[in-house]
């Protein structure tokens, strides 16, 4: 089976502009969260969505959006990046959604603000 | 909000000794404690978890133990081997149902050989 997919890896960007982050769970899994890994704040939470919906939110600004799709694919959109937006993003699905399944991550998004 | 610390923040043990890694979190609705091993440049993948009706759970070299009471759970390596060198990051969720980990800052675990 393959894993969480995410696309694309690297990505440079200017401040100002905006980008949107992809991610393909794994067959079957119906719950993504994305995550934000940063060398001085670790892992935080940014979202989760199941069947579609968003069930959580982290403490983030409003510059941080995401959707999910039927397919359960999801998408994360970042606006007016600025420097500090600069992290890896991870997208993790899992099988149940119920709180107590194993969290499968993906390799990740780089971004880079300059 | 949830929080979880973790300690220590690195960790150097020599080849064939026992590493112990300690986590505190703050909220008594989480009842989900995965632990995740991210090597550099790699995935955090899941290595153990345990939920909140299990006091030990053991996995070959892996062991991780849970104090509701004392909102305390650590992860137990032993017979440790250059390869288990990595960050290990523990976090704890399951409130309400989400799937909302809140992740401790992480321990860089360093085997010598």
């Known amino acids: 089976k393959a894993g969480v997919t995410q696309t694309p890896r690297y990505l440079i960007k200017t401040r100002g502009q905006q980008v949107t982050l992809s991610c393909s769970p794994i067959?079957?899994?119906?719950?993504v969260s994305w995550y934000q890994q940063t060398p001085g704040q670790g892992l935080q939470f940014l979202f989760e969505y199941f069947s579609e919906t968003q069930r959580n939110k982290g403490n983030f600004p409003g510059r941080f959006s995401g959707r999910q799709f039927s397919n359960s694919r999801s998408e994360m959109n970042v606006s007016t990046l600025e420097l500090g937006d600069s992290a890896l993003y991870l997208c993790?699905?899992?099988?149940?959604?119920?709180?107590?399944?194993?969290?499968?991550f993906g390799n990740g998004t780089r971004l880079t603000v300059t | 909000g949830e929080n979880v610390e973790q300690h220590p923040s690195t960790l150097s043990v020599q080849e064939g000794d026992s590493a112990v890694i300690k986590c505190t979190y703050s909220?008594?609705?989480?009842?989900?404690f995965p632990w995740y091993k991210q090597e550099l440049g790699k995935r955090p993948q899941l290595i153990i978890d345990i939920r909140s009706n299990v006091g030990e759970k053991k996995d070959q070299r892996i062991a991780v133990t849970l104090n509701k009471t004392a909102k305390h759970f650590s992860l137990h390596i032993t017979e440790t081997q250059p390869e288990d060198s990595a960050v290990y990051f523990c976090?704890?969720?399951?409130?309400?149902?989400?799937?909302?980990?809140?992740f401790g800052k992480g321990t860089k675990l360093t085997v010598n050989p």
């Open positions: 976090a704890a969720g399951g409130q309400g149902g989400s799937e909302k980990l809140v």
């Open positions: 993790a699905s899992s099988l149940a959604g119920s709180g107590d399944s194993p969290l499968h």
């Open positions: 909220d008594s609705a989480s009842n989900y």
């Open positions: 067959s079957g899994h119906r719950s």
